[in-house]
Nanobody, 115 residues
Framework: QVQLVESGGGLVQPGGSLRLSCAASESIFSINFMGWYRQAPGKQRELVAHITTDGSTNYADSVKGRFTISRDNAKNTMYLQMNSLKPEDTAVYYC?????????WGQGTQVTVSS
C-alpha cells in the first residue's frame, strides 16, 4: 500500500479557507488516480474531487468553483484548496490513491466550518 498522510484540517469560520495536504510515502508520478473524499457524521463517504496523471480534474457539484485539487509530483503531495467554506463542508476529509492493484487511504483530517 501507498502510505498517505493528510494534514491541514481545522476549525474555520464560514467563508474562510483551508488547504489540505496529502503526503505520499512514494513517488506519485505514476499514480493515475488521486482523490479527496469526505464523510460527514451519519452520511456516506463521498468523492469531493479527483485528479489524474495528466492533470485532468473532476469535482462534485457541491464544491465546484470553491475547491481546487492539485498535485506536486516533485513533493509526492496532493492538495485541496478550499475557499468560501460552508457549514455543510464540515466532515472528515480523506485522500485516496489507486495504482495498479493498490488502493490506499489516508487516516483522515477533520474540517469543521462553524462560527
Amino acid at each position: 500500500q501507498v502510505q498517505l498522510v493528510e494534514s491541514g484540517g481545522g476549525l474555520v469560520q464560514p467563508g474562510g479557507s483551508l488547504r489540505l495536504s496529502c503526503a505520499a510515502s512514494e513517488s506519485i508520478f505514476s499514480i493515475n488516480f488521486m482523490g479527496w473524499y469526505r464523510q460527514a457524521p451519519g452520511k456516506q463517504r463521498e468523492l469531493v474531487a479527483h485528479i489524474t496523471t495528466d492533470g485532468s480534474t473532476n469535482y462534485a457539484d457541491s464544491v465546484k468553483g470553491r475547491f481546487t485539487i492539485s498535485r506536486d509530483n516533485a513533493k509526492n503531495t496532493m492538495y485541496l484548496q478550499m475557499n468560501s467554506l460552508k457549514p455543510e463542508d464540515t466532515a472528515v476529509y480523506y485522500c485516496r490513491a489507486i495504482t495498479g492493484r493498490r488502493n490506499s487511504w489516508g487516516q483522515g483530517t477533520q474540517v469543521t466550518v462553524s462560527s
